[in-house]
């Protein structure tokens, strides 16, 4: 994928030629004869039900019409976006933001440094309640300086700040559009400053998204600058991937979301342009319920571990697409990942007997599941049934759950519907032994959402394993603070490890965003943040 | 979807009371008292059934796990976890769920009278917009789907009943295969050999009158099965009738004896199923929806009870209810007039 | 709704009477199944739970019949052994909705006119609720699982089944026999017991089969949509929703679970036509 290293300067001058801009910068590529316009029919899976807000199917669409404040490139690097520079003070509590001039939210009202700070206030007044998990404890303030010079007070150091702003939660919008109207129009169509404009939004069915013919302001890491070279995306929203796969055979559609590694090698070898994104930040990794069960016991954690051949498990069913992923704390897609921590468990079912006699579980029922006074070792592992794990992966625990009943374990494995899952039927300590799941984010600071300790005044409920522990907690607040990039990585390995080595949580594998485009539509790609796919730059050949 | 055996949707039921007056005038008069008497009851009693729909929806839905505040905050983030009650709060006093149960239900009801079902949790948008603009898809689907099933029907029936007992055995099995097929399967297959395989049809059905084709035709063939059972007997039952021997014996061509005396009496039993076919037709349009990714109430039903966006579902359900009580109400209707049990005796 | 229930209605075993090798079919499709519920490893050639990765989805074949799934698991197998919790699902269902449909439908027919009248608008509201919206519910309330799948399509043709019995019982009571009987004064409980219900319920037998080989269909919707038993276990709607996912490279694991539980459910209607003529004959 090509990304374009653009000096700041230059982004400066290119926005003010913005308009005057052709749309050429894509004629290197290979192919065709580029066409101008045009309409992109993209086959998304899931449907949220706004456009703007914490989830990430909103982040990939609002990703479209909002810009950031700044974007990540291919080489994790922070770049420009709405943000020509930034700084942050000596004790690391100040950041100051230079803003774009000249830039318009597509309601006709100007971007200025107060409309920014807004914002800020307006996530974590509930706007957007990932933005706010991110910040809480950190943010102090936004302010104006002048119009174009914002600066944000934070609470503490933090200095993945910035990174973390490349999040597509922390997208800016119309400080009027927020304030005049309702939110059911600000749900469905924020007004942003961003490449597309949200038209219509036909339910259950398509969101059209016309091209914002005044659009000066792409991030540095964009192939071209101006408006987007099509008219419109049609972003259709279809839920099984086979019907996905075999509408871009077809030519239905132009471009696929999420496709089913079984049929990967086949769209391949017929000219696809195949892009895989290795989501950073949690990985679909189990976490262990150390407050009530069996798990209790590190021996019998760590026995799970070496009961089962995760790799081979994921290369199966994955067709090499999805990779393995041993580390249960982060994604090998993640800055500061920590591969001790990944190749800590193998493959080793006499280390898990042995584990699982020295624990005590000793006894076995007349199916070879093992007991300890009479009490079978039957876990109960819950995972979210076509939201939050996909076809593949519900193939991939079944796996799980064969091979650990090898050594002894009976793993109760329970698809749970949407509704019930997000009702949090399994979500207290009492109602599960082994949670599955994966969480997005741009840096390990994710550790801190993951594992905070749990307290009465400040519970942290995304802490699934219930695991209140200081001395992981103290790595991961180190982490966070630390003066340098290099004593970051080393602070947030060393909490890593302390998970693997405590078998706290096991990774299986790392989760994907992955497209396939069809060969007459060059140069969509996935942004670097969250794998959502790019069409800005997107253009048809004859 | 899948259509119950004709024994199960029909049954048999002794008639109203019959008249036996002496003067035509007179019976013509009370007939008229017998038809307003029946009319209005049966108005009654099909509003007291939307009321007992309503209720049921209603409290089905609050029997739902969980905390619904929560689920609403969860869905809004993608995350299936605990939360504090400080990010409750403000998510209860919008939708009123801090009110008692008892309160939400009246409120509710007075709502569906004037036409407010309610503020969608999820979109922020009023349940009847959410709701009208997949309607039409719906319907159309339905519509076409019925439509189809009689064109099928009548074709089949009309060139196997009662000609020789290897075309009729042949005609009376394909019946009832054809009503046994899930909708799920035949809709894979269909989708399989014409979308995937032939390429005839897109992929994703989509609004398009192509697009309609499939997944109408997955409707149409069972409930064109079905109604062939009934058919079948009726147009056997019919082909001995002394007006058809009649019909015969003036020299009418078979085929025409088939279509202008036979057909029109045997159609009247699925005439009467067609108001049922109705209501099936849109429990089959959840399944057929998902499987050719086509918008619909079926697919935001299916959506909404997942992401437990209450007021959608209840929404949905008393529509579904309300529109299956008037058109059978009104099928009623119309037999109460024409029942010719009423008009003599 | 009278006109509804007014239509004529094909009791008789239509043609399908003069195909006996259909029923033959039928019965040894029965027997079949039954023996793959009660002793599965008779059939079975694999471990239908045994992984084998580089056997993953290959086709029908002398060593896999059916093929193989994403695991390598034998399909063939799986379905044997599936057949017992599927049958017992569609068993469970018949009976559950069979047994309510009694309940109400006596009561509509039987109680004494106030109770009577509210039953009868209770089944008319279940009646419009689109069936497969009520199993929707239940299942979100309870949580997917076998027993929940059970009610969820018992009570979906519960208020179908209560209909007929309430009008077969109507019948039976107009009959010349049991005004006979009133006349001679035999008592009410009497009555009920030795003339009404034993002619009303005489079909059900046949009512049953019917009713079984339908819910086998119904449930295997409800895992069609994801809302069934739980995956690894070889339930047949639960292979025909894993096997969605690979109908372009692997269609059998679509298509075949698919034949086997459409030709279950012929199977029990067509045994169940017959009992229903058998008993009619009788009648006569």
């Known amino acids: 994928m090509r990304v374009s290293r653009v000096s700041i300067a230059a982004i400066a001058i290119a926005s003010v030629f913005a308009l005057t801009a052709c749309a050429g910068s894509g004629e290197a590529s290979p192919g065709g004869q580029p066409v101008d316009g045009g309409t992109i029919v993209y ?457 693997a080595q405590h078998a706290l949580s096991i990774g299986v594998y790392d989760r994907l965003s992955t497209l396939a485009v069809s060969p007459k539509l060059k140069d969509v790609w996935q942004e670097h943040a969250q794998g959502g796919p790019t069409f800005y730059d997107a253009y048809f050949t004859k | ?83 504090t009650a400080a990010e409750l709060a403000p998510i209860r006093a919008e939708y009123g769920l801090n009110h008692p149960v008892l309160v939400q239900y009246w409120d509710y009801l007075r709502g569906l009278v004037v036409g407010d079902f309610g503020t969608s949790y999820q979109q922020f948008r009023p349940v009847t917009a959410v709701i009208g603009e997949q309607l039409g898809a719906t319907v159309t689907l339905s519509l076409t789907a019925i439509l189809f099933a009689w064109v099928l029907m009548i074709v089949w029936v009309t060139l196997t009943a009662g000609r020789g007992p290897r075309v009729r055995s042949l005609g009376a099995l394909v019946d009832v295969v054809a009503a046994g097929l899930p909708a799920y399967w035949l809709g894979i297959i269909l989708l399989l050999v014409f979308a995937l395989g032939l390429r005839w049809f897109p992929v994703i059905g989509g609004t398009g009158v192509n697009g309609l084709i499939l997944p109408a035709l997955t409707l149409a063939i069972p409930l064109a099965g079905f109604m062939a059972q009934s058919t079948r007997v009726e147009f056997e039952r019919g082909l001995d009738q002394p007006f058809v021997v009649s019909a015969r014996m003036r020299g009418m061509s078979d085929t025409g004896v088939r279509l202008r005396h036979v057909l029109r009496h045997a159609t009247i039993p699925a005439v009467t199923l067609s108001g049922w076919a109705l209501g099936a037709t849109l429990s089959g349009a959840v399944i057929v929806e998902s499987i050719f990714s086509r918008p619909g109430i079926g697919s935001v039903l299916v959506a909404a009870v997942n992401a437990q966006d209450l007021p959608v579902v209840v929404g949905i359900v008393t529509l579904v209810a309300v529109f299956y009580v008037t058109v059978n109400l009104l099928v009623d209707i119309a037999y109460t007039l024409i029942d010719p049990r009423l008009k003599a005796s | 709704m009278t006109a509804i229930r007014s239509a004529t209605v094909p009791t008789r075993p239509i043609q399908l009477r003069r195909l006996p090798w259909g029923l033959f079919v039928a019965v040894l499709l029965v027997l079949l199944l039954a023996v793959a519920a009660i002793a599965p490893q008779l059939l079975a050639t694999h471990d239908p739970y045994a992984l084998d990765y580089p056997a993953a989805l290959q086709g029908p074949s002398w060593a896999h019949w059916f093929g193989t799934d994403e695991s390598g698991r034998d399909l063939y197998s799986r379905l044997v052994f599936g057949a017992g919790q599927s049958l017992l699902i569609g068993l469970g269902a018949a009976g559950v909705g069979i047994v309510l449909a009694l309940i109400l439908g006596s009561l509509a027919a039987l109680a004494v006119k106030p109770a009577a009248v509210v039953v009868d608008r209770f089944v008319e509201v279940m009646f419009a609720f689109p069936a497969l919206l009520l199993a929707l519910l239940l299942i979100a309330i309870a949580g997917p699982s076998a027993v929940t799948e059970i009610f969820a399509v018992g009570l979906g043709t519960a208020p179908g089944y209560a209909r007929m019995i309430r009008g077969q019982i109507l019948a039976a009571k107009n009959s010349g026999y049991v005004e006979a009987a009133t006349a001679l004064g035999h008592s009410r409980a009497r009555i009920v017991s030795a003339h009404i219900l034993p002619n009303a319920l005489r079909p059900l037998v046949a009512v049953f089969a019917l009713s079984v080989g339908q819910s086998i269909v119904w449930s295997s919707s409800l895992s069609f949509l994801g809302l069934g038993v739980a995956p690894p276990a070889p339930e047949w709607g639960a292979l025909l929703d894993a096997g969605r996912g690979y109908i372009i490279q692997a269609n059998w694991l679509e298509v075949i679970p698919g034949l086997v539980i459409v030709a279950v459910a012929l199977a029990a209607t067509t045994i169940g036509r017959h009992l229903q003529a058998h008993l009619e004959k009788g009648e006569k």
């Open chain 1, 43 to 499: 086959a998304h899976q899931q449907e949220p039900a706004c456009v703007f807000g914490g989830w990430i199917e909103q982040a990939y669409l609002s990703y479209q019409v909002l810009d950031n404040l700044v974007s990540l490139d291919a080489n994790h690097k922070v770049v420009p976006w709405l943000a020509t520079s930034w700084k942050s003070s000596s004790d690391g509590l100040t950041w100051t933001f230079d803003l774009k001039k000249n830039v318009k939210f597509t309601d006709g009202t100007p971007l200025t440094a107060a409309v920014v700070a807004y914002n800020f206030d307006y996530w974590l007044k509930g706007g957007n309640s990932t933005a706010d998990v991110w910040l809480a404890g950190y943010y102090k303030s936004a302010v104006a300086v002048n119009d174009t010079t914002l600066q944000i007070n934070l609470l503490k150091p933090y200095p993945d700040f910035a990174e973390n702003l490349t999040q597509a939660y922390f997208g800016i919008q119309s400080e009027h559009a927020l304030k005049t109207r309702t939110t059911a129009q600000n749900c469905e169509a924020p007004i942003g400053s961003g490449a597309f404009i949200v038209k219509k939004w036909n339910r259950g069915q398509d969101i059209i998204l016309v091209r914002n013919d005044k659009y000066t302001s792409p991030p540095a890491n964009a192939l071209h600058t101006g408006p987007a070279h099509v008219k419109e995306v049609d972003w259709k929203f279809v839920a099984d991937p086979t019907t996905r796969v075999a509408a871009l055979q077809s030519g239905q559609v132009d471009a696929i979301y999420d496709v089913p590694a079984v049929q990967w090698k086949t769209l391949k070898s017929d000219g696809y342009q195949l892009e895989k994104y290795v989501t950073p930040g949690r990985p679909q990794q189990i976490a262990f319920n150390t407050e009530v069960g069996p798990f209790t016991d590190e021996k019998v954690r760590q026995a799970f571990a070496y009961s089962l051949n995760r790799k081979q498990i994921v290369d199966t069913i994955g067709e090499g697409v999805i990779p393995f992923e041993g580390n249960g704390g982060v994604s090998q897609a993640t800055p500061g990942y920590s591969t001790k921590a990944a190749d800590w468990y193998s493959y080793d079912p006499a280390k898990a007997n042995a584990l699982l006699d020295a624990a005590g579980w000793t006894g076995r029922t007349s199916a070879g599941v093992r007991t300890k006074n009479g009490v079978p070792l039957t876990v109960v592992l819950p995972y979210g049934a076509g939201s939050i794990i996909d076809q593949d992966g519900a193939s991939i625990l079944q796996g799980v759950k064969e091979e650990a009943s090898k050594v002894g374990f009976d793993v109760d494995l329970i698809p749970v519907p949407q509704s019930e899952l997000f009702a949090g039927k399994y979500s207290s300590p009492q109602s599960y032994d082994l949670s599955v799941g994966y969480w997005t984010a741009v840096t390990a600071g994710i550790l801190y959402i993951n594992w905070r300790p749990s307290t009465k005044d400040d519970p942290n409920y995304s802490n699934s394993d219930f695991y209140n522990d200081p001395v992981l907690n103290g790595y991961i607040l180190a982490g966070n603070s630390a003066p340098t990039v290099a004593q970051q990585y080393a602070d947030y390995e060393k909490a890593q490890d302390y998970i």
């Open chain 2, 1 to 83: 979807m899948t259509l119950t055996s004709p024994s199960n949707a029909v049954s048999t039921e002794p008639t109203p009371a019959q008249t036996s007056d002496e003067g035509l005038e007179e019976r013509r008069r009370s007939r008229l008292r017998l038809i307003l008497l029946t009319i209005g009851r049966k108005l009654v009693s099909a509003i007291v059934v939307l009321w007992g729909a309503a209720t049921v929806a209603f409290f089905a839905q609050l029997a739902l796990p969980g905390d619904r505040a929560t689920v609403i905050l969860n869905i809004r983030d993608g995350q299936a976890q605990q939360r």
